[in-house]
């Protein structure tokens, strides 16, 4: 089975700072996707960023990047230069293709942005 | 246009009663989801449909029922509600290229 670890429960970072979310994962399948998902306090879930196995370059979207290291398993969400508006719970997720294409989430970390 | 919208946004309601959750998308999706998130804000998969067809069942009690009339639709029906049913619940629909669209939720409190 899929496992999805966050070992950050929460963090505080200063405003225009980068920030780095941690997110390791452990699968046996050869072929899988990485997503990270932004939960304001309002509750909706929105996509981020996403890096499939095979991509041989990190990902990149806007102020957000995925540094992805296969050998360690490990998939971190950088922000650059944050702003109040990214406060908020992060999830990474992995696509289980095995079970029905289904999302397995990490525990979250709760970012705070301060002035 | 809402691409994955679910109905109501919020519902409170005594223990023991009997309540639904609508999704419905509009993005020609094949595959629909239910998830939880607990009081910790942990996201679990509830169950998911492919064209109509049941493909997960994750451990959930019987009193939790899904059910999808068509592709676009995945509707979830509670059974004499506890407690601890108390969550948010997100549908979601994906397709392999488009990744996963997520509902807005709806959050449940029983009382």
């Known amino acids: 089975a899929q496992k999805i670890t966050q070992t950050q429960p929460g963090m505080f970072v200063q405003e225009k700072e980068a920030v780095t979310l941690d997110c390791t994962y452990d699968t046996s399948d050869q072929s899988y996707g990485l997503f990270w998902y932004k939960q304001p306090s309002s509750g909706e879930m929105i996509f981020l960023i996403y890096?499939?196995?095979?991509?041989?370059q990190n990902a990149t979207e806007g102020r957000y990047s995925l540094n992805f290291q296969k050998a360690r398993k490990s998939a971190n969400l950088v922000i650059s230069a944050s702003q109040l508006g990214d406060s908020a719970m992060y999830f990474c997720a992995m696509r289980d293709r095995a079970a029905g294409n289904k999302l397995t989430f990490g525990g979250g970390t709760r970012v705070l942005v301060k002035p | 246009d809402t691409a994955v919208s679910q109905t109501p946004k919020y519902l409170v309601t005594q223990m023991g009663n009997d309540k639904s959750i609508k999704c419905e998308q509009n993005l020609g999706h094949d595959t629909m989801y239910w998830y939880k998130q607990d009081s910790k804000k942990f996201l679990k998969i509830m169950f998911s449909?492919?064209?109509?067809?049941?493909?997960i069942n994750e451990t959930v009690p019987n009193r939790f029922s899904p059910k999808s009339p068509d592709k676009a639709h995945l509707n979830l029906h509670i059974n004499s509600l506890e407690l601890g049913d108390s969550a948010v619940y997100f549908c979601?629909?994906?397709?392999?290229?488009?990744?996963?669209?997520f509902g807005s939720g709806t959050r449940l409190t029983v009382v």
């Open positions: 890096q499939g196995s095979y991509d041989e």
């Open positions: 979601a629909s994906s397709q392999e290229v488009d990744g996963y669209t």
């Open positions: 449909y492919n064209n109509k067809e049941l493909i």
